[in-house]
């Protein structure tokens, strides 16, 4: 081979290898473009695959609903898992909004939704640290994934986040979106409840309104929102120390404060001050009552965090006075008591109390408790009798024992009275004020029983009662709770309207507008007129002022009565005055304790403690009005009547013993059925109607003192009943 062959083949060997390089990096860079390519236009596919912002609705996240009393005062707010109390930015402080600038987006004056240098600088960070140390979102991104994207962990939630995040920065100021934002981010979480918003954080922590916040607060808050967990100052108090202080530092650093303030916020302590502003309440029975019957109508969602307000009737001072009257008979003896006051004129649940500790139970004995009424349930009767023209003073029976057989409809039905004594021959004024079971068991029976529930429905009486002759002598299948009870007498003590109960007055949304739905209205409904209810009102005097209510008297114009389960297991008063009607039970609430020795060594009666509370607290809750009850509008007329039983004449006509004919009356529907289940049918006979003497005795409560004034004589009769179903209310 010749030296120019040699060097021929010399360079053609040089050169391969250049030119292998050449394209091998040529096909890497062709490769690499395609992939920046490939990539630009998955970026580009996924940011052209989200929704334009204008079509999307910004989530709810709610706030939570304040309940308040009659005089304003909150009550406290009904719980939720996420606690936040949204709030206008002028009422954020300005070193809470720098120090949150500070710390999560130290560039958020200067981008337009993305910063794209903190995300290079972000991701060279992570990497060299092998690790997420830095998130590459701003604030704007934040508050983009907080109202309107989910939160997966995704590229594609990322880039539609980045291309929201412009678009909302084209929409709204950078004043805006920062306010909005320090509403919206989570600030951690204590006993299961997060703090959502500034404002709820500033309450959880501090005890205070965030615009009270120092500037070492609101550095702390700032560093919560990257990892509330992790710089919790409740469970990590050294680290949110540590966070802080580089929140203090980040804002001399950006020169929104001086080194010097930064180290002088850097020494104070956290200051942490847990409180119960919102898990906090008072009078914890009603606010439940209240928030059960908002559920009912609005649903848990909407009342948890529908950021409501919720005025209600309950007056915080009749309160005090009821749990006064009842520590002051009842503390350190044993039994229980619950207290129910309605004001007549319009149903307004006015107290509602017990002396029981809720933290122990959270049964509300004056709403949910059902418990025989004993002698209260005889007005029911009285009642009765007087919307049928019945005269309570020419109509007279028999006080005596009534032994198995007097009842052919019941053989096995026996009554006596509550010491065993035959009091002879009385009206039903004095049967009334001595409590005589056996005197309204013939009056009962001559009456009808169905015409009693009847009337008890009337009256508001909403458990659903059976139609048995002694339930006018208080022997009802599942009781009745206090707060019937007021409510029925508060029927007699408005002239004759039944009012629906109601512990709301209005309600209130976050955007401003209120409503009162038709649930919480005022409904009054006429059930008798207003002669039939002045005549009992006029006995029910009487038996305050010499009855078996002596001890409940007020030194006012009121009118009650007493009553005593068998046993003394359970003992009432209820009573009215023209403005409040109310209801007190005395007795143990899990087990019927008969109470024989509870009262100064002897027994529990209605006319004890029952009495004595209802006195007490009436003294205190009517304040100084103290008028007599208003004369009727349309009087009744009286005339005796001649039962099977009673001793008022011989034997006459259908319609005279009945006191004249039946007129039609409102339809009224069945009601709910609470506690256990019942079909309404009647049970297999014990007797006919499944008596049993023990359980319907209802011992009054002595005799009464001298003779009370006779009762006037109004005119003309109210329409009986057509059914023996409970009105709705």
Same mark, same amino acid.
């Given at each position: ?100 600038? @500070?710390?999560?987006?130290? *560039?958020? %004056?200067?981008? +337009?939704? !993305? ?6 600088? &972000? /991701? $060279? ?72 918003? @500034?404002?709820?954080?500033? *309450?959880? %922590?501090?005890? +205070?309104? !965030? ?6 607060? &609101? /550095? $702390? ?94 007056? $915080? ?413």
């Amino acid at each position: 081979m010749s030296r120019s062959q040699r060097i021929r083949r010399h360079r053609r060997g040089r050169g391969r290898p250049v030119s292998k390089a050449f394209l091998a990096a040529t096909v890497v860079g062709t490769l690499g473009l395609l992939g920046v390519l490939s990539a630009i236009g998955y970026v580009v596919s996924i940011a052209a695959s989200a929704p334009p912002l204008n079509s999307l609705k910004p989530r709810d996240l709610g706030s939570a609903s304040e309940v308040r009393a009659a005089d304003g005062t909150r009550l406290g707010f009904i719980q939720s898992h996420e606690l936040r109390r949204p709030v206008q930015g002028s009422h954020i402080p300005k070193t809470l909004k720098d120090a949150t600038v @500070a710390i999560e987006d130290q *560039r958020y %004056y200067h981008h +337009k939704g !993305v910063d794209y240098t903190g995300v290079v600088r &972000a /991701a $060279l960070k992570n990497l060299t640290n092998r690790k997420t140390v830095q998130g590459g979102s701003t604030i704007t991104m934040q508050l983009v994934r907080n109202l309107y994207i989910t939160r997966e962990r995704t590229y594609q939630r990322k880039i539609r986040e980045a291309k929201l995040a412009e678009e909302l920065e084209n929409e709204h100021t950078k004043t805006w979106i920062l306010d909005k934002y320090l509403n919206t981010v989570p600030f951690g979480t204590i006993g299961g409840q997060t703090a959502v918003g @500034a404002q709820a954080a500033a *309450r959880m %922590y501090f005890g +205070k309104d !965030v615009a009270d916040l120092k500037l070492h607060e &609101a /550095a $702390l808050l700032a560093g919560l929102p990257q990892a509330p967990s992790t710089y919790s100052p409740v469970r990590a108090p050294e680290k949110a120390e540590a966070r802080r202080n580089e929140v203090l530092r980040k804002m001399a650093e950006i020169h929104v404060i001086t080194p010097e303030t930064a180290a002088g916020a850097i020494r104070r302590p956290l200051d942490v001050n847990p409180s119960r502003y919102f898990t906090g309440r008072r009078e914890s029975y009603f606010f439940d009552f209240v928030k059960d019957e908002l559920i009912k109508q609005y649903g848990a969602k909407t009342v948890r965090q529908g950021g409501l307000r919720v005025d209600t009737t309950i007056d $915080l001072k009749k309160q005090q006075a009821a749990r006064s009257a009842i520590n002051g008979r009842l503390a350190g003896i044993g039994p229980s008591s619950a207290i129910v006051t309605i004001d007549p004129r319009k149903g307004y649940i006015k107290a509602m109390a017990s002396s029981a500790d809720y933290g122990k139970s959270k049964f509300n004995l004056a709403a949910q408790g059902h418990r025989q009424p004993g002698s209260t349930f005889k007005v029911m009767v009285l009642m009765t009798a007087l919307r049928r023209g019945v005269d309570p003073r020419s109509t007279t029976y028999s006080s005596h024992k009534l032994a198995k057989g007097w009842l052919k409809e019941a053989p096995d039905y026996e009554v006596k009275t509550y010491d065993g004594s035959q009091g002879g021959r009385m009206d039903l004024v004095k049967a009334t004020l001595k409590s005589d079971n056996t005197v309204y068991a013939q009056l009962i029976a001559d009456l009808g029983p169905e015409e009693v529930k009847r009337t008890a429905y009337d009256m508001g009486i909403k458990t659903r009662l059976n139609g048995y002759y002694a339930e006018g002598l208080g022997g009802l299948r599942l009781g009745v709770s206090p707060l019937e009870m007021a409510n029925a007498y508060a029927t007699i003590a408005n002239g004759g309207f039944r009012n629906r109960p109601t512990a709301i007055t209005k309600i209130t949304f976050p955007d401003g507008h209120s409503e009162l739905p038709r649930r919480f209205k005022v409904k009054r409904t006429r059930a008798f007129e207003d002669g039939v209810t002045s005549a009992a009102t006029k006995i029910l005097e009487a038996n305050i002022k010499g009855g078996t209510g002596t001890k409940a008297q007020i030194g006012c114009p009121a009118a009650g009565k007493t009553g005593t389960t068998d046993e003394h297991s359970d003992g009432w008063f209820v009573g009215f005055t023209p403005r409040l009607s109310t209801a007190v039970w005395v007795g143990y609430p899990n087990s019927q304790v008969h109470m024989k020795t509870e009262y100064h060594g002897g027994p529990v009666a209605g006319g004890t403690f029952p009495a004595e509370i209802w006195g007490d607290y009436m003294l205190a809750a009517k304040g100084s009005y103290c008028r007599d009850f208003k004369p009727p509008v349309v009087p009744a007329r009286f005339s005796p009547f001649f039962g099977a039983h009673s001793r008022s004449g011989g034997n006459k006509s259908d319609d005279q013993q009945r006191g004249g004919s039946l007129a039609p009356h409102e339809a009224t529907p069945t009601p709910d059925k609470p506690g256990k289940k019942d079909d309404g049918k009647k049970k297999p006979d014990k007797g006919a109607d499944n008596f049993d003497p023990d359980l319907y005795e209802s011992p009054p409560q002595g005799s009464p003192a001298p003779a009370p004034p006779p009762v006037q004589e109004p005119a003309g009769g109210a329409p009986a009943p057509a059914d023996g179903k409970p009105p709705t209310t």
